[in-house]
């Protein structure tokens, strides 16, 4: 089927239903991983409601104008553009966040990370952490909204991803909690003359480069490649962090990252090579070890 067959034919009137059905068939002829929700998403995002409206409304039928516009996006998603930024929009931690093309698209599993962080806090002060290569800032201003106490430094050299951040934080209206940077991962902080810091977090780039053909193609044709590998083998980022996070950090703070599949032990053993301290490693909800956390001290 082509994308006509998406048009009123016979003065067929489309449902919120039958659209769903014949979007969702159509993406999995794309090798759309899911072909349902995606499909769910676009059209919410046209009607401009939650989800589950089409599923109460499933026999509410669609206006010309609504098709028209489903239509482009469904074009769009079947050329493997991700749905966020076909929506400029991704929820994470139960909020909202703006994305484009400058910044990668936030995955569930760097929820985990941001939880950690959050559990590992002071809970009774206030503290000052940063994050480096903050993107659309998804980690620093979740942090910053579920702990309003607390201070952050988000760090990008990308000005362009900063914007999105900035754009974020206003919109979350935290503006005040965080201060923003651009540079080379700790090479602001050295500019500012802060105290020392109770955390360092970093989701970095971490894809091996001979892993990078692999990927979907969403990804790989898509999102920015400088925050998806390090050109090398998805360790450069963690050496350089643990070269030299600790001068930055209290003698109770961390250093806490997500990690890749396989990578976790690899970087606790350069961790304790280079003298740092206690390391945990947590697992996300399929079992693969996805964060870890290295303290400054045993």
Request: aromatic content about 8%.
């Amino acid at each position: 089927m082509g994308q006509k067959n998406i048009r009123p034919v016979n003065n067929k009137i489309w449902t919120i239903g039958e659209i769903l059905k014949w979007t969702q068939k159509y993406f999995s002829g794309k090798n759309i991983e899911s072909p349902r929700l995606d499909a769910e998403v676009l059209l919410s995002y046209v009607l401009k409601k939650e989800r589950i409206y089409l599923y109460v409304h499933f026999d509410e039928p669609l206006q010309e104008n609504e098709l028209v516009q489903f239509r482009g996006l469904v074009k769009k998603r079947a050329a493997r553009i991700p749905v966020a930024y076909i929506t400029g929009q991704k929820e994470f931690m139960g909020m909202t966040f703006k994305v484009n093309n400058n910044v990668l698209v936030p995955r569930p599993e760097t929820e985990l990370l941001v939880e950690a962080v959050i559990e590992r806090l002071p809970q009774d002060r206030e503290a000052v952490f940063a994050d480096i290569g903050t993107g659309s800032g998804i980690i620093a201003l979740s942090i910053a909204k579920f702990r309003p106490d607390m201070k952050a430094y988000a760090i990008d050299i990308s000005q362009a991803a900063l914007a999105v951040a900035q754009e974020n934080a206003r919109v979350l209206q935290i503006q005040e909690q965080i201060t923003f940077l651009q540079g080379d991962l700790l090479e602001p902080l050295s500019k500012t003359g802060i105290g020392l810091l109770q955390a360092i977090i970093s989701n970095p780039p971490y894809i091996p480069l001979a892993d990078m053909a692999g990927l979907e193609p969403e990804v790989r044709k898509y999102e920015p490649q400088s925050a998806l590998t390090d050109n090398n083998d998805g360790l450069d980022f963690y050496r350089r962090l643990l070269k030299n996070s600790r001068d930055f950090l209290t003698s109770s703070g961390f250093l806490a990252c997500e990690v890749g599949i396989g990578q976790a032990k690899r970087i606790k053993l350069m961790a304790l090579e280079k003298g740092w301290g206690k390391c945990e490693i947590l697992k996300d909800l399929a079992e693969i070890e996805r964060v870890i956390i290295i303290w400054k001290q045993k």
